[in-house]
């Protein structure tokens, strides 16, 4: 007799084995060596703005000995009211405020436009410049920047915040990670939907495809964010000391003879934190729109 002739009390009599399963509604649950890794992770990841926050708070001569300290000091506040005026960080913040935002605003709407045509709309050649556009991506960015520094000092924008922005109105990364969502996410039939309804094209991009694809114009304008806030290799050649981003400000705490490395890291800290700042504002807006995209695909 095998167990499946066995009734149910009798088959749990023998010691069977049955599967567990979850019951709609419910949840699983970490155990505690999920919590232990995850634990592990945060601390690594946090360790190096802990470092800079220990090293922003002690001085320079501290830094230099061996062991290195620990823990926090008693100069934190002096330190970083030192890189604040050194570095001109009240200026150099509002500029990288406004080009951060200028780049992260134009790169969503056209690599989600772009993103929608390629993925949509069906036009000659498409493909070849579909490729075209990700072959862009190949190109080392150094190799752009003498052309790129004589197109602007033929415009008369040398030292100008337009220099900065101009170069990264749209990314081809942009472009395609907007066109691989927006195959998944948009459904044809709802375009084709509105357009019997009448709609024009700045409508259907206005009430179909910009709804479709917030999930991912939030991680992009993240991801935009980011990179435009510590973008230091353009705006370093593009701008001086007299109109900077916060990065090319930053470059100027270093240039003494003998650098102070406290101040540097208290103006390294002072740049970081709106990036934090945004991201406690925004994390759980921004997780919540990759989940709703992953859902939808």
Known sequence: MTTSDLTLPQAE????????????GKQ????????VILTLFALISLAPLVWTAIAASRTDSRL??????????????KNLETAWEEASLGTAMFNTAFVASAITVSTVVFSTLAGFAFAKLRFRFSSALLLLTIGTM?????LAVVPLYLWMSDLGWSNQLQTVILPTLCTAFGTFFMRQYLVQALPTELIEAARVDGASSLRVVWHVVFPAARPAMAVLGLLTFVFAWNDFLWPIIALNQQNPTVQVALNSLGTGYVPDQAVIMAGALLGTLPLLIAFLLFGKQIVGGIMQGAIKG
């Not at 009599?13 to 709609?24: I, T």
């Not at 230099?64 to 506040?77: E, K, M, R, T, Y």
């Open 13 to 24: 009599k023998r010691g069977s084995r049955r599967p567990r399963v979850l019951g709609a």
């Open 28 to 35: 699983l649950h970490a155990g505690p060596v999920t919590y």
């Open 64 to 77: 230099a000995q061996a062991p290195p300290p620990l823990w926090f000091g008693g100069n934190l506040f």
């Open 138 to 142: 190949m190109i080392p960015p150094q």
